[in-house]
């Protein structure tokens, strides 16, 4: 047994939000210890820089939101050769999110189902993380946005407006969240009451900030897998009409059999997710950048979403329950 291996079984003992809470910071530890100096690493970091969403990317495999809510560790996750961390998901306030046990893991299965709610610890305090650990970063970091529980949904396109002026100048990109199941309404800015106009104020404003600006910061919108292909359709238009720079397909799943709250991550996800990736293909062409998130466990998993068209690669469950074997391997497509 290798020492990731060991690692995650040890881990795997705890209920899952306590072994994440203590898998990160032993991470940072060992980080702080010098234990992912570049010679202890045999992770190919060089030859593998890719461009998209007009960013140079170190590689093309990312950490997906979610696992670095508060930006404590993404520059822990580049040591380890992640070529991109999506941290956050960032409200404009701190945020307790849901009632727990809210992470629910099945070990044989490879599934996660989470109930969190955008737990963290606020945009201001985020951003303040991001200041101190960015200088340690040698990778693209994302900044995932969403809207606050106590936000009226009518009212949600201003914590977006708000957010995006905050994080702008730290973010390399944004990511637009309206796909988390566990935000009661979210999941209703994509319908066609709102998404639309949510993402032409979105957009002005991208505009607005870049003309005065000398940084254009990419806008990724994430979707979730439970859209009707109907729908799908009319998000794929809006964001090619409005110029989002591109797609992150997709989050967690309500369509699940499993007698809990939350959305469904990993193994049960990989069909669903590439079938979306597929159909925003086929749709957009290469009119949007493509990021596949969803189901990816494997390294197997890794070059069929490359195959379907996505440029980009997020894992999330799979690094749950693979480590980094499942990030070297990955880097060696
Ligand atoms: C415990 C947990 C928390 C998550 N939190 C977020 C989040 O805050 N923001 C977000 O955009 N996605 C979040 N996600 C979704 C993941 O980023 C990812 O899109 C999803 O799990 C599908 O990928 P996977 O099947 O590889 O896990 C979360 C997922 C899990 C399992």
């Known amino acids: 047994m290798n020492l990731n291996k060991l690692g995650i079984f040890l881990a795997h003992l705890l209920p899952p939000e306590l072994s994440n809470k203590l898998s990160l910071e032993g991470l940072k530890l060992l980080y702080s210890l010098g234990f992912f100096s570049s010679k202890n690493l045999k992770t190919p970091f060089h030859e593998n820089n890719i461009e998209c969403l007009g960013l140079n990317f170190p590689n093309k495999i990312g950490l997906a939101g979610g696992l670095d809510k508060n930006a404590d560790y993404f520059h822990v996750f580049g040591k380890l050769g992640f070529g991109f961390v999506e941290v956050g998901t960032l409200t404009l306030k701190p945020q307790a999110g849901n009632p727990k046990p809210r992470v629910h893991r099945f070990s044989k299965e490879k599934n996660i189902v989470n109930s969190l709610g955008f737990n963290n610890v606020g945009v201001y305090e985020g951003l303040k993380n991001i200041e101190k650990n960015k200088p340690f970063f040698n990778g693209v970091l994302g900044v995932s946005i969403g809207k606050s529980k106590e936000t009226k949904i009518e009212n949600a396109f201003k914590d977006y407006l708000h957010l995006i002026d905050y994080v702008y100048d730290q973010a390399d990109y944004i990511a637009i969240n309206i796909s988390s199941p566990n935000t009661e309404n979210l999941r209703e800015l994509s319908s066609e ?141």
């Open 193 to 333: 009451n709102y998404f639309k106009d949510l993402i032409e104020k979105i957009m002005n404003k991208k505009e607005q900030l870049n003309g005065g600006n000398t940084k254009d910061v990419p806008f990724v919108l994430k979707i979730s897998p439970d859209e009707s292909m109907k729908n799908l359709e009319k998000i794929f238009v809006s964001c090619m009409d409005f110029k989002v720079d591109g797609l992150i397909l997709n989050n967690s799943s309500i369509k699940h059999k499993k007698n809990l709250n939350g959305g469904i991550s990993g193994n049960y996800i990989r069909e669903i997710s590439e079938k979306n990736l597929m159909f925003a293909k086929d749709f957009c062409g290469d009119k949007i950048s493509l990021i596949s998130s969803g189901g990816i466990m494997t390294a197997k998993d890794v070059a069929k979403r490359i195959d379907l068209g996505a440029e980009l690669i997020q894992l999330y469950s799979g690094f749950i329950f693979s480590g980094t074997d499942l990030l070297k391997e990955s880097l060696e497509i």
